[in-house]
């Protein structure tokens, strides 16, 4: 039976394979799809995102349960796997495609969202001050097919084994309560 409440959540934090790969983990989170948005040009190709030009941010688009998995914990998974005090920057990545950004869909999860970054300012969770753009939805466009499902298709690839499982390391310690435990993208 198909859950007819879903809810959305779009985020950016750097290079669309590292976050896509650590929300296909989550328990309650039904699908992830690796795209663009936050930018001018409609239905980009990644060659002219990559460029900068674009204004669109590498992202990923989140259907999840809110009986399972509510949007303050999609956030605080978010925060704890990439660094969103980097202005336009993680890692290697540089450019404003690579930028730390919440694109909230509705009026709770901007507030959700700025809940967060100031409890985590609050609690110092980070040396320096969180970048993150907290910005209202617009369109969001899917990455062409060899973007979808990267880091388990590409796992002996060296940037997955450098960057991304890195990121998923600290997800299985940080998180382990939250993770699905069987199924195509479970551990």
């Known amino acids: 039976m198909e ?18 790969a650590v929300f296909q983990k989550l328990e309650g989170v039904e699908k992830v799809r690796s ?7 409609k239905n980009p190709p990644y060659r002219e995102v990559i460029s900068g030009r674009t204004g669109h941010a590498e992202a990923i688009e989140i259907l999840f349960d809110p009986e399972r998995i509510n949007f303050k914990d999609i956030l605080l ?10 202005l336009n920057r993680q890692q290697n990545d540089v450019g404003t495609q690579y930028r ?14 700025e809940e967060v970054i100031k409890l ?8 320096d001050p969180i970048v993150t753009e907290v910005t209202e939805a617009s369109g969001f466009y899917e990455a062409e097919k060899e973007h979808q499902d990267f880091y388990n298709r590409h796992r002996e690839q060296p940037y997955c084994q450098y960057i991304i499982d890195p990121k998923i390391t600290k997800l299985k310690k940080l998180f382990s309560d939250k993770l699905k435990q069987t199924g195509k993208n479970g551990i």
């Open 3 to 20: 859950n007819k409440n879903l809810k959305k959540a779009t985020l950016a934090g750097g290079c669309f394979w590292c976050t896509e």
């Open 120 to 127: 985590l300012e609050q609690q110092k969770a980070f040396k």
């Open 100 to 113: 730390s950004a919440i694109f909230y869909h509705d009026e709770q999860q901007k507030e959700t969202a």
């Open 35 to 41: 795209g663009f948005t936050g930018g001018v040009i």
């Open 77 to 86: 998974v978010f925060f704890a796997t990439h660094d969103p005090t980097t």
